[in-house]
């Protein structure tokens, strides 16, 4: 690259302020339903898919993934 068409530092100007617009989705939701969680007792999937406003098989596939991180663990249902 040119030295002289190099890009300033910061913000690139395509992106607009809204907080909307700069999020990540998927990330968003991921940690919408972390949130709903930790604000819980525990929660069964069909619970937590209804109090995050996601459907059962996104909080299935986020929370797999919180567990193979170790962040959660799944309990059997009693």
Not at 9 to 17: L, N
Not at 46 to 65: H, I
């Amino acid at each position: 690259m040119d030295p002289s068409q190099k890009r300033s530092r910061g913000r690139p100007r395509a992106f607009s302020a809204t907080p909307e617009s700069t999020t990540i989705q998927a990330l968003d939701r991921a940690l919408h339903i972390l949130k709903t969680l930790a604000a819980s007792d525990g929660m069964s999937l069909t619970e937590l898919a209804e109090a995050s406003g996601q459907s059962p098989a996104t909080v299935y596939r986020v929370l797999s993934t919180y567990e193979a991180h170790g962040m959660v663990e799944f309990q059997p249902a009693t």
